[in-house]
């Protein structure tokens, strides 16, 4: 079975900086796009940052010129660098990524989701 595992986030002032990461565990055939979702209480889940199967990186707006991405050579493991953090920015942060499982039968890729980290920035 395939599974995403965070690690990272917790608490930061205002202008701080946090770091998530986020590895692949399991068997995979191949991985394309991944990145990071967020969701802050009563609003709906939004993309912060995507790395593509095609080495296309996109950015929120909110979080474009603050936040960086970076994906290791072997494309399971993603990263994200939160600098001059904001209150907004607190959330609940999401790795996702989309992966054809080894051994699948349809190759079709699927969605998969990690196990979410707390990121608050409060002074």
């Known amino acids: 079975q395939v599974h995403l595992v965070q690690s990272g986030g917790g608490l930061a002032p205002p202008g701080g900086s946090l770091r998530l990461s986020c590895s692949s565990i399991?068997?995979?055939?191949?991985?394309?796009?991944m990145g990071w979702y967020r969701q802050a209480p009563g609003k709906q889940r939004e993309l912060v940052a995507m790395?593509?199967?095609?080495?296309?990186?996109n950015y929120g707006d909110s979080v474009k010129g603050r936040f960086s991405i970076s994906r290791d050579i072997a494309g399971s493991t993603t990263t994200l660098q939160m600098n001059n953090l904001e209150p907004e920015d607190t959330a609940v942060y999401y790795c996702?990524?989309?992966?054809?499982?080894?051994?699948?039968?349809?190759?079709?890729?699927?969605?998969?989701w990690g196990q979410g980290t707390q990121v608050t920035v409060s002074s």
């Open positions: 996702y990524a989309q992966i054809i499982p080894t051994g699948s039968r349809s190759m079709n890729v699927e969605d998969y």
């Open positions: 790395h593509t199967g095609r080495s296309t990186i």
């Open positions: 399991g068997r995979v055939f191949r991985i394309d796009g």
